[in-house]
Nanobody, 124 residues
Framework: QVQLVESGGGLVQAGGSLRLSCAVSGRTFSSSAMAWFRQAAGKEREFVAAVRWSAGDTYYADPVKGRFTISRDNAKNTVYLQMNSLQPEDRAVYYC?????????????????WGQGTQVTVSS
């Protein structure tokens, strides 16, 4: 069982930046793919970015390409989401997710472990 704890959310002005962190623990960590999803009020949960731990491969949803960067720190067992040029449309609860089989996918139902979420609010 993988355990995930997000942090780093908050309030930021449009054009600003935030860095989200996801602390990872558990026996399946080394074989997991990690992802960030977000869910705005009244909307469907949507994929943001993913990274495969072993090779560092990354994949991004079109709306965040060039603005967001997903990365992982082996020593700290932590996954990050650096968010730059934030816009009001980015306002959502951001969730960290893990796939213990190591598969990167945009489908939320394929992930078996989720964090509690962290709120990101962007004001105009």
């Amino acid at each position: 069982q993988v355990q995930l704890v997000e942090s780093g959310g908050g309030l930021v002005q449009a054009g600003g930046s935030l860095r989200l962190s996801c602390a990872v623990s558990g026996r399946t960590f080394s074989s997991s793919a990690m992802a960030w999803f977000r869910q705005a009020a009244g909307k469907e949960r949507e994929f943001v970015a993913a990274v495969r731990w072993s090779a560092g491969d990354t994949y991004y949803a079109d709306p965040v390409k060039g603005r967001f960067t997903i990365s992982r720190d082996n020593a700290k067992n932590t996954v990050y989401l650096q968010m730059n040029s934030l816009q009001p449309e980015d306002r959502a609860v951001y969730y960290c997710a893990a796939n213990r089989g190591g598969y990167m996918t945009t489908l939320s139902r394929r992930y078996d472990t989720w964090g509690q979420g962290t709120q990101v609010t962007v004001s105009s």
